[in-house]
T-cell receptor, first 114, second 116 residues
Framework: GAGVSQSPRYKVTKRGQDVALRCDPI?????LYWYRQALGQGPEFLTY????????KSGLPNDRFSAERPEGSISTLTIQRTEQRDSAMYRC????????????FGPGTRLTVT | AQKVTQAQTEISVVEKEDVTLDCVYE???????LFWYKQPPSGELVFLIR??????QNEISGRYSWNFQKSTSSFNFTITASQVVDSAVYFC?????????????FGKGTKLTVNP
């Protein structure tokens, strides 16, 4: 079946612009996660949804970052007033339930802020 | 706080050699889960295994095996008879079962290169 998809795959933006990154989870997966991965590092947690409820946003670095999942399926991660330090790979993952099921990752969006 | 340490930054082996990737974790919780993911050069993250803290049995899947030892807080991964296609970055990760948070905490990864 179809895996997690993300769009765009690559995004180049100028400093100060807003960007919206989209994640389409595996059909039927109730949990959705956003991570950020710097080069040479493991993914770092940003936020987590159970259905449409944002259960944990402790990893969002500051208030320029926000995420939503209004209908419990597709999610959008928005970064306002981008800065160069926001450049990274942004990964989305989904899992079939709670209780620490395995998370299946999408291909990621490579964000470059110039 | 949760922490995952993969002390080996890079490993290089010759095809058909066995190789073990180390993972040491820290957690205060008694219930937790451990994972391994593979990130090949193409960049995707591929799930390999999930283990809960109550199951210390070793697991074998083809050429892959995992050794979980609570006494040393380790969850090591062995590839037997390595192949060039095993070349990738391998990440160990930990999640705790508390407070409704399902986040994975990843180590920094071990880059494995298998040379022909």
């Amino acid at each position: 079946g179809a895996g997690v998809s993300q769009s765009p795959r690559y995004k180049v933006t100028k400093r100060g612009q807003d960007v919206a990154l989209r994640c389409d989870p595996i059909s039927g997966h109730v949990s959705l996660y956003w991570y950020r991965q710097a080069l040479g590092q493991g993914p770092e947690f940003l936020t987590y949804f159970n259905y449409e409820a944002q259960q944990d946003k402790s990893g969002l670095p500051n208030d320029r970052f926000s995420a939503e999942r209004p209908e419990g399926s597709i999610s959008t991660l928005t970064i306002q007033r981008t800065e160069q330090r926001d450049s990274a790979m942004y990964r989305c993952a989904s899992s079939p339930g709670t209780a620490n099921y395995e998370q299946y990752f999408g291909p990621g969006t490579r964000l470059t802020v110039t | 706080a949760q922490k995952v340490t993969q002390a080996q930054t890079e490993i290089s082996v010759v095809e058909k050699e066995d190789v073990t990737l180390d993972c040491v974790y820290e957690t205060r919780d008694t219930t937790y889960y451990l994972f391994w993911y593979k990130q090949p050069p193409s960049g995707e993250l591929v799930f390999l295994i999930r283990r809960n803290s109550f199951d210390e049995q070793n697991e074998i899947s083809g050429r892959y095996s995992w050794n979980f030892q609570k006494s040393t807080s380790s969850f090591n991964f062995t590839i037997t008879a390595s192949q060039v296609v095993d070349s990738a970055v391998y990440f160990c990760a930990l999640s705790e079962h508390q407070g409704g948070s399902e986040k994975l905490v990843f180590g920094k990864g071990t880059k494995l290169t298998v040379n022909p």
